[in-house]
């Protein structure tokens, strides 16, 4: 059984930089082909892709946040950890983490983490 | 950014048949991409709906049926039942951002 759990804190002040670990079983990061995505959801808002780390290393990012982002994996640990600097209110949201197939199939996805950013 | 356009929202009485298009343009549905589907029930993550255009993930009624042509998709939910009130949302790969788009959302209400 696939699970995934996102978890971070649940508020961070203006300017901060966010750290969110993604929690991750039932496959591995090792294994040719798989990957982890980061997707986010403002309050009533559609949902945004931000970032992709594969099996070997390879990442991708959104265009209009990549000078923000970073993705990283500790295979030992089954985690993928995604930063984001310079954090603002437009940034609060649910955050959640998804395994992605090498079809590029969002095909579980965790229950989300949320994110206020407030002063 | 949001480069899949979705009608906000659509509404039907149960047991009616509702759909929910998806457009895209060129760099996405045009350039071969496949289009994805989830379903997001009130408070809860994303689900897996439709992946590849029309496959559906064990466990997904036949009710769910998608589809794609040129630049546009189309997801259809027949026999609509009330549990299936949620927020639809398609999704694709897009060349020109070298990356995966999301649709704008479709809310479906169940009279």
């Known amino acids: 059984q696939v699970t995934l759990k996102e978890s971070g804190p649940a508020r961070v002040k203006p300017t901060q930089t966010l750290t969110l670990t993604c929690t991750f079983s039932?496959?591995?990061?090792?294994?040719?082909?798989?990957?982890v995505s980061w997707i986010r959801q403002p309050p009533g808002k559609a949902l945004e892709w931000l970032a992709r780390?594969?099996?070997?290393?390879?990442?991708i990012y959104s265009t209009s946040l990549k000078t923000r982002l970073t993705i990283s994996k500790d295979t030992s640990k089954n985690q993928v950890v995604l930063t984001m600097t310079n954090m603002d209110s437009v940034d609060t949201a649910t955050y959640y983490c998804?395994?992605?197939?090498?079809?590029?199939?969002?095909?579980?996805w965790g229950k989300g983490t949320t994110v206020t950013v407030s002063s | 950014q949001s480069v899949l356009t979705q009608p906000p929202s659509v509404s039907g009485a149960p047991g009616q048949t509702v759909t929910i298009s998806c457009t895209g343009s060129?760099?996405?549905?045009?350039?071969?991409?496949?289009v994805h589907w989830f379903q997001q029930l009130p408070g809860a993550a994303p689900k897996l709906l439709i992946y590849?255009?029309?496959n559906r993930p064990s466990g997904v009624p036949d009710r769910f049926s998608g589809s794609k042509s040129g630049t546009s998709a189309s997801l259809a939910i027949t026999g609509l039942q009330a549990e299936d009130e949620a927020d639809y949302y398609c999704?694709?790969?897009?060349?020109?951002?070298?990356?995966?788009?999301f649709g704008t959302g479709t809310t479906v209400t169940v009279l």
């Open positions: 039932g496959f591995s990061l090792t294994t040719r082909g798989m990957r």
């Open positions: 998804a395994r992605t197939t090498s079809y590029g199939v969002l095909d579980v």
């Open positions: 060129s760099s996405n549905f045009g350039a071969g991409f496949d």
């Open positions: 590849a255009n029309s």
């Open positions: 999704q694709s790969s897009d060349s020109s951002l070298s990356a995966y788009v």
């Open positions: 780390i594969d099996w070997d290393d390879d990442k």
